[in-house]
T-cell receptor, first 110, second 116 residues
Framework: SQQGEEDPQALSIQEGENATMNCSYK?????LQWYRQNSGRGLVHLIL?????REKHSGRLRVTLDTSKKSSSLLITASRAADTASYFC??????????FGTGTRLTVIP | DTGVSQDPRHKITKRGQNVTFRCDPI?????LYWYRQTLGQGPEFLTY????????KSRLLSNRFSAERPKGSFSTLEIQRTEQGDSAMYLC??????????????FGQGTRLTVV
């Protein structure tokens, strides 16, 4: 499959806790992107990590990439209720499109 | 508003009718994507344009679906003889191509199609 597969499918945590989501893929990539989607809305780009990078930070987000294991993780620190959303990874094969998995549905309980 | 714009936001149609959706990408973004998303699923790739050229089309895409981007700016997605299974959110996204590398995609709010 060209798409990323997120794990877990659903995650429920208390506000203030950290949330970790994982993504696995099967082919070589140029980069990998993470997106967030609030219910019924469009996707919002969170972070892009290139294949020659191992870790990237953006605010409370930390993304790691292990190309040898074909996996990536997204860590959200000090979660907030507003972080409740679905999170998708999208491996970029360097071709012309992005393929998405079914996502991780994160619920942050106030 | 300089984001990706989709029109209409909602469409209800009777089975068998044709529908057309429009997407206006961010100005000067040369890449444009169409996706379809059903409840609880991730966006499913439909087709992709670079400028006016349709470079890839999903093999899962029925021949009832057609997309155009005639001047390399806005795009239209047409579904002919709609079926109830076509009910979904149709998402459009655009992205620039910088120095030959893919960058982030910007998504519109989508068009929700309901076929009754």
């Amino acid at each position: 499959s060209q798409q990323g597969e997120e794990d877990p499918q659903a995650l429920s945590i208390q506000e203030g806790e950290n949330a970790t989501m994982n993504c696995s893929y099967k082919t070589s990539i140029n980069n990998l992107q993470w997106y967030r989607q609030n219910s019924g809305r469009g996707l919002v780009h969170l972070i892009l990590i290139r294949s020659n990078e191992r870790e990237k930070h953006s605010g409370r987000l930390r993304v790691t990439l292990d190309t040898s294991k074909k996996s990536s993780s997204l860590l959200i620190t000090a979660s907030r209720a507003a972080d409740t959303a679905s999170y998708f990874c999208a491996p970029d094969l360097g071709a012309n499109n992005l393929f998405f998995g079914t996502g991780t549905r994160l619920t942050v309980i106030p | 508003d300089t984001g990706v714009s989709q029109d209409p936001r909602h469409k209800i149609t009777k089975r068998g009718q044709n529908v057309t959706f429009r997407c206006d990408p961010i100005s000067e973004h040369n890449r444009l994507y169409w996706y379809r998303q059903t409840l609880g699923q991730g966006p499913e790739f439909l087709t992709y344009f670079q400028n006016e050229a349709q470079l890839e089309k999903s093999r899962l895409l029925s021949n009832r679906f057609s997309a155009e981007r005639p001047k390399g700016s806005f795009s239209t997605l047409e579904i002919q003889r709609t079926e109830q299974g076509d009910s979904a959110m149709y998402l459009c996204a655009s992205s620039p191509l910088l120095q030959g590398l893919n960058t982030e995609a910007f998504f519109g709010q989508g068009t929700r199609l309901t076929v009754v």
